[in-house]
T-cell receptor, first 115, second 115 residues
Framework: DGGITQSPKYLFRKEGQNVTLSCEQN?????MYWYRQDPGQGLRLIYY???????QKGDIAEGYSVSREKKESFPLTVTSAQKNPTAFYLC??????????????FGPGTRLTVL | AQSVTQPDIHITVSEGASLELRCNYS??????LFWYVQSPGQGLQLLLK??????LVQGIKGFEAEFKRSQSSFNLRKPSVHWSDAAEYFC?????????????FGKGTTLSVSS
């Protein structure tokens, strides 16, 4: 079945640690996105990528980094510079052309908690 | 500035009653409009989308939405609510200017269903 997978489902981080959240898609989508969700805040864009080896900052990129070495994969690293990383992180992907362009499909999410 | 407003943070509806969730947007070009639903601890599922054409769009699970350009609205409706519809609902707007740019989300409306 085609879809988006995120791992792990739950992640715990100690102060000062970097952690990496995985996002993989087998939908053959060109664009991928990372959002952060906090209660009552909706979804806020961290980074997005339209093509391999290229990505753009979103509204809240500080303290985060990404890479896009493969079309299928878009991992997000939460660095120690992110002062309040406890949140629910959602990955999404979309086509850039053809039917349903710009319709974003979401993974199941990763809940990150700082201990 | 581009934005999406969902005026109702929380709505409670009796099972079997009709439902309308409000969404207003501000966007400087022809909008693409989406409604997503999220169950607790899960990712977002696409309910329906409007790109062009008929302003009344049908979605999954018996939902429909109507695009009203003059009112900058895209309200979600369902004629008879089921207990399983209890969830959080997000309205989002994207644009036709450039594919692959991220969606702008409202802060969500939580739907509770009473028996």
């Amino acid at each position: 079945d085609g879809g988006i997978t995120q791992s792990p489902k739950y992640l715990f981080r100690k102060e000062g640690q970097n952690v990496t959240l995985s996002c993989e898609q087998n939908l053959n989508h060109d664009a991928m996105y990372w959002y952060r969700q906090d209660p009552g805040q909706g979804l806020r864009l961290i980074y997005y990528s339209q093509i391999v080896n290229d990505f753009q900052k979103g509204d809240i990129a500080e303290g985060y980094s990404v890479s896009r070495e493969k079309k299928e994969s878009f991992p997000l690293t939460v660095t120690s510079a992110q002062k309040n990383p406890t949140a629910f992180y959602l990955c999404a992907s979309s086509r850039l052309a053809g039917p349903s362009t710009d319709t974003q499909y979401f993974g199941p999410g990763t809940r990150l908690t700082v201990l | 500035a581009q934005s999406v407003t969902q005026p109702d943070i929380h709505i409670t509806v009796s099972e079997g009653a009709s439902l309308e969730l409000r969404c207003n947007y501000s966007y400087g070009a022809t909008p693409y409009l989406f409604w997503y639903v999220q169950s607790p601890g899960q990712g977002l599922q696409l309910l329906l989308k409007y790109f062009s054409g008929d302003t009344l769009v049908q979605g999954i699970k018996g939902f429909e939405a109507e695009f009203k350009r003059s009112q900058s609205s895209f309200n979600l409706r369902k004629p008879s609510v089921h207990w399983s519809d209890a969830a959080e609902y997000f309205c989002a707007v994207g644009g036709s200017r450039q594919a692959g740019t991220a969606l702008i989300f409202g802060k969500g409306t939580t739907l509770s269903v009473s028996s």
